[in-house]
C-alpha cells in the first residue's frame, strides 16, 4: 500500500493543477456539461450529451476533472476526464483531450487528478478501456503503469461502420 503525509498528495494536486501555468484542471461540476459534450463530440464518433454527463455526475461515486487554459471561459474545454468509484475499485469512463492540446500533457494532467482522488480514497485497482489503435493514449497508459488484463473484439464501431477492439486495463493503486 502506499502511504504518503497527509499534506503531500495535496501538494502534488496543486503541482499537476498549476504545471506550466498554461492548463488548469479543476473539480467538473454540471455547468461544465455543456463544454465536455462539446469536446466528447468533436473526440469520438459516438459523443455524449450534456444530459448524459450531468446524470452520470449525479451517480454516486462518479467524479470528473475539467482542463482549460488559463483564462479560458467555462463554456471552453482542452480536456475532461470522467470517472466512477464502488467499492474499492474504479474505472474510468471516458478521457478526451482537445486536437488543440494533445502532446502537451494534459491527459496526463487529468489522469494524475484522477488518480490522486482515487490514492485519497484508498481505492484498489483503477480500469480503463482503450481502443487497440489509439496510440497516443496507450502510450500514457503503459507510463502510468496500467496493464492489459483484456481485450473485446470489435467493441468500438466508428462512424464508417469499422470495428476495433477495446484493450481492457487495469491499474493496481495499492
Known sequence: M????????????????????????????PGDADAAADLHARTFDHGWSADEMVSLL????????????????????VG??????AADEAEILTVAVDRSARGQGTGRLLMDNALQRLYAERIRHLFLEVDEGNGPARALYRRLRFEEVGRRKGYYTDAGGSHSNALVLRRALS
Open 58 to 77: 449525479a451517480q454516486p461515486g462518479t467524479f470528473g476533472f475539467v482542463a482549460r487554459r488559463i483564462g479560458q471561459p467555462r463554456s471552453e474545454a
Open 80 to 85: 475532461f476526464i470522467l470517472a466512477r468509484q
Open 2 to 29: 502506499q502511504w504518503c503525509w497527509p499534506w503531500s498528495w495535496t501538494l502534488s494536486l496543486w503541482d499537476s493543477m498549476t504545471a506550466g501555468d498554461e492548463i488548469i484542471v479543476t473539480a467538473m461540476e
